[in-house]
């Protein structure tokens, strides 16, 4: 996995509830990201960050709130606004040089 | 609109096996195209890289392929094993420097003994 630790491995979301997905990186990489995967669909980009305290929407960021307080660490809170969150979440960062990027290994939330 | 489309969409083949895997882009201009894979539970894990100017590049069994004129990728696995059943996703990369990644829908490799 690339030195990033994702938590918990399975998640489950009661109606009404906020609930955090942990990402930590080891990689000493700036860039971080938030995915959204569902089946049959490319992974959607919920949130980035190019550097500590900055961070940017993507394309369904609605629902989600993130920080960046710290270089390793890139947590992501779905929050009851998120009428559809059972999904498999992917964290990612990305070094200096040729973009590649490395993965966790994921979170799948269920609603109950 | 930027978009990469992968074909087919699942495949089952026996092991020993070769098969293609096809990736159509509409990403341009673009730094590069990565193939990613993702086994089943598990984050996607690079492949192959190639920018815009390269052809082909090689992992050991498999072999991706770009055609920047008619924006088309390949990705050849030969002697398929049983450990290649996964998803493989076709990633582009645009120059646009927001370091937003396009993603594929990604083809299902089963490989069957």
């Known amino acids: 996995d690339g030195g990033i630790t994702q938590s918990p491995k399975y998640l489950f979301r009661k109606e009404g509830q906020n609930v955090t997905l942990s990402c930590e990186q080891n990689?000493?990489?700036?860039?971080m990201y938030w995915y959204r995967q569902d089946p049959g669909q490319g992974l959607r980009l919920i949130y980035y960050?190019?550097?500590?305290?900055?961070?940017q929407k993507g394309d369904i960021a609605e629902g989600y709130s993130v920080s960046r307080e710290k270089k390793e660490s890139f947590p992501l809170t779905v929050t009851s606004a998120q009428k559809n969150p059972t999904a498999f979440y992917l964290c990612?960062?990305?070094?200096?040089?040729?973009?590649?990027?490395?993965f966790g290994s994921g979170t799948q939330l269920s609603v109950l | 609109k930027n978009q990469v489309e992968q074909s087919p969409q699942s495949l089952i083949i026996l092991e020993g096996k070769n098969c293609t895997l096809q990736?159509?882009?509409?990403?341009?201009?673009?730094?590069?195209l990565r193939w990613y894979k993702q086994d089943t539970g598990r984050g996607p894990v690079s492949l192959t890289i190639?920018?815009?100017?390269?052809n082909t590049k090689s992992n050991g069994r498999y072999t991706a392929t770009l055609d920047a004129d008619t924006k088309q990728s390949s990705l050849h696995i030969t002697a398929s094993q049983l450990s290649d059943s996964a998803s493989y996703i076709c990633?582009?990369?645009?120059?646009?420097?927001?370091?937003?990644?396009?993603f594929g829908t990604g083809t299902r490799l089963k490989v069957l003994a």
């Open positions: 990633v582009v990369t645009p120059t646009s420097g927001t370091y937003k990644y396009i």
């Open positions: 960050s190019q550097i500590v305290n900055d961070f």
């Open positions: 990689l000493n990489h700036d860039a």
């Open positions: 990736c159509n882009y509409t990403v341009s201009p673009f730094s590069n």
């Open positions: 190639m920018t815009f100017s390269e």
């Open positions: 990612a960062s990305r070094g200096h040089t040729n973009e590649k990027l490395f």
